[in-house]
């Protein structure tokens, strides 16, 4: 095998030296980097095409975290209310701009800004709230409107990231906590994703999957019978305590009966056609074709009613790539460095060229009366504001909800608050909890559903 690709003028990855019957991989070298002139075909876009109808028409919602903030200053529109001017990255969804609404000034008050933008995103709390803890989260907007259509799906909701698991207290991998505070743990690999939700079980499979239900289950009936136990000989304030865990565990319990019930109803059935299952979340030359394949599956899993509520972190917080491979992070301690600043504003319009492309398949798509994007709403935004100087401020928070006019929202608007008196973020989450029809008019530090959303 030739070591060098004379087409390309660059030497393959899988390279090797051959010596005495032995072959030993060569490291990483420059010449094995494509040159800018082949890095697009390195690269390929994606070839996935949107179904021409949905399998049923149902109220969805997806929301879309980004970390690090974003150039603010390219990012804020001209104007507000409906005859605002689409900024320079905005401009990116100008083929869109009646069907989203751009949201400037909200924030969280009981968030303290830095790198726990994503652990607070969705759910608004103060995590250092609680005496003699150092981190406790609430239940995020997602699980709220989870546990009202979860019944109805095979999947209650979806946690995508490009990190698995739930990560750490103040570096969460996931977006979503459930009523105690609990994260939810996040899946990273299109692959397993994919046979997760469409890739049909075996018998044998089944079987080994009812066993484990059953042991978790008897694990859940010891863990009640002896915490009911324990509660007989603790004061007042360990008694809601423990509720609040009990709370926990019964959810728990909950969803293994949920997920029994679905055990022999078949998956739908979804070809891997052009889904590009193989792309890496770690490999900065993956990253373009990996978010895209993720939205597709998101996209699919709406469209078969196997879930209606995602929360999808593109990136956790202090990491992400740019569309050519570029640090996000680093960029975004800026500090005001102008040319640091026009390079985080080419990694925004990458983020929202992605979520423009997810717009153009819901709206491609029937979907009963209209289309999908008529019945899905889709949020996209960032926990922190790097502001003009990089101090990843927890206000003025940037933030975009898009679809969903089927469901009572209105768009085609800019809705500007002044930052420093501004409502709540969770205004907004209630905004989205009562459109997808959950009738409650609490949530978090919400105060009223937000002026001139719904």
């Given at each position: ?57 149902q ?5 879309c ?17 409906q ?15 009646d ?28 995590l250092?709230?609680?005496?003699g ?19 109805q ?9 490009d ?13 979503s ?47 009640l ?53 193989s ?9 373009p ?8 599956l ?38 005001g ?94 905004s ?6 959950v ?16």
């Open positions: 095998m030739s070591l060098f690709d004379a087409s390309r003028r660059r030497m393959s990855r899988r390279s090797v030296l051959r010596a005495t019957g032995a072959a030993v991989a060569l490291p990483l070298l420059d010449a094995m980097l494509p040159s800018l002139m082949t890095r697009s075909a390195w690269a390929e876009p994606s070839k996935f095409k949107p179904w021409e109808r949905s399998l049923a028409r109220p969805r919602i997806i929301f975290y980004v970390p690090n903030g974003v150039n603010i200053l390219e990012w804020m529109p001209q104007g507000a209310g005859e605002y001017g689409l900024s320079k990255t905005l401009e990116v969804l100008a083929r869109h701009r069907q989203f609404t751009v949201l400037t000034g909200l924030g969280h008050p009981a968030a303290t800004g830095g790198h726990s933008g994503a652990d607070t995103w969705l759910t608004g709390a103060d250092s709230a609680v005496p803890s150092d981190y406790t989260n609430s239940v995020s907007v997602d699980q709220v409107i989870a546990a009202h259509h979860g019944q799906t095979r999947v209650a909701s979806l946690q995508l990231s990190q698995s698991g739930t990560g750490s207290a103040g570096h969460s991998h996931t977006l906590f459930d009523r105690s505070g609990t994260p939810l743990p996040a899946e990273n690999s299109p692959r397993r994703l994919f046979e997760r939700l469409f890739v049909p079980d075996t018998a044998d499979d089944r079987a080994a999957t009812l066993r484990r239900y059953a042991e978790k289950r008897s694990i859940l009936d010891d863990v019978d002896e915490a009911n136990a324990l509660r007989r000989q603790l004061g007042a304030a360990d008694q809601r305590k423990l509720d609040e865990y009990l709370s926990s565990v019964r959810e728990t319990e909950q969803r293994v009966e949920r997920l029994e019930a679905w055990i022999d109803i078949p998956k739908p059935e979804v070809p891997p056609t052009d889904l590009q299952l792309m890496q979340p770690g490999n900065a030359h993956d990253r074709m990996w978010i895209d394949v993720m939205m597709e998101s996209y699919l899993a709406m469209l078969t009613d196997t879930t209606r509520v995602i929360a999808y972190e593109w990136s956790r917080e202090a990491g992400g790539y740019g569309g050519g491979g570029e640090n996000h992070h680093e960029l975004s301690h800026h500090g460095d102008a040319g640091m600043l026009a390079k985080l504003g080419e990694i925004d319009r990458f983020h929202l060229g992605r979520l423009g492309r997810f717009l153009d398949f819901l709206q491609a798509t029937e979907d009963g009366d209209g289309n999908m994007l008529d019945h899905t709403i889709v949020v996209f935004g960032s926990g922190m504001n790097s502001g003009e100087t990089g101090d990843h401020s927890p206000k003025n928070l940037p933030l975009l909800i898009a679809g969903g006019t089927g469901l009572g929202l209105r768009h085609g608007q800019h809705l500007a608050f002044e930052s420093e008196s501004h409502p709540p973020l969770a205004n907004a989450w209630l989205t909890i009562q459109a997808m029809g009738e409650t008019d609490r949530f978090s530090d919400a105060t009223s559903t937000l002026t001139g959303l719904s």
